[in-house]
């Protein structure tokens, strides 16, 4: 049997910490689409540098603009007070080697740290704007700010579009090929929480990776 239903979430999926519906959507966890995670590099006020775990974005664009939309950026974060005033920012994407530095950014979210150096990562100037990048990244886009739009009305997050200025990209990872591109020394990918749609029972937020299945 599947699970049909509207929008509007059924009374037995329930908050497991207070003001969860108000920062995401209940769909978001039964839905559960994982979302490829990054970390993404600006500048504070005061030129430290900010890293931020982020997901739930999409890249596309046509000829040589090539854009990320960043769906849900919180706009109490550093990071879109940052992006907002500086116009740029810099998308990091690191393999599941470096998961516990990128989770350091979170705990060690200090507004008078270098948050890139304090997670153990090695600052790297970028080649086209001022925000730092992340030297581990394998893949590094740098970026500038061309829009927002709230997707409901006076919500807690933002869509924040930016455009690739420059790029940068590991040899090894540029030369190789599909079937050795992905996997655990790649893209790690946010699995949130999934929930049994049925019941309301959440399984457990886990990281994971893309294994080749088949040519196509
Ligand atoms: C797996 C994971 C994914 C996350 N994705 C996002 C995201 O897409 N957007 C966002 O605003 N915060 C996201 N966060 C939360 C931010 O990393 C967190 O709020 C961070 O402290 C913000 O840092 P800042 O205040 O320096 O910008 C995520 C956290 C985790 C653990």
Redesign the pocket.
């Known amino acids: 049997m599947n699970f049909e239903h509207n929008n509007l979430k059924p009374e037995y999926i329930r908050e497991d910490w207070e003001g969860k519906w108000k920062v995401f959507s209940w769909l978001e966890f039964v839905c559960a689409i994982p979302h490829v995670?990054f970390m993404v590099t600006t500048i504070k006020e005061n030129g430290l540098a900010?890293?931020?775990?982020?997901?739930?974005?999409s890249f596309t664009g046509e000829g040589d603009n090539y854009y990320i939309i960043?769906s849900?950026?919180?706009k109490d974060?550093?990071?879109?007070q940052n992006i907002k005033r500086d116009k740029e920012f810099c998308i990091n994407f690191l393999s599941s080697d470096y998961l516990e530095e990128c989770?350091k950014?979170?705990k060690d979210?200090n507004i008078a740290s270098d948050?890139i150096s304090a997670a153990g990562f090695t600052l790297e100037e970028s080649m086209s704007i001022s925000a730092p990048r992340i030297k581990e990244g394998f893949l590094k886009l740098e970026c500038e700010y061309q829009w927002e739009k709230e997707l409901c009305e006076s919500s807690h997050?933002i869509t924040v579009c930016g455009k690739v200025k420059h790029l940068s990209i590991a040899e090894k990872f540029a030369k190789e090929m599909t079937k050795e591109k992905y996997g655990k020394d790649s893209f790690m990918f946010?699995l949130?929480n999934p929930m049994n749609p049925f019941t309301g029972k959440s399984f457990g937020s886990g990281v994971g990776h893309i294994k080749f299945s088949q040519d196509l």
Do not use: P
């Open positions: 995670l900010n890293a931020a775990f982020q997901s739930w974005s960043m849900g950026v919180m974060t550093h990071t879109y989770r950014t979170i979210n948050e997050n946010n949130h």
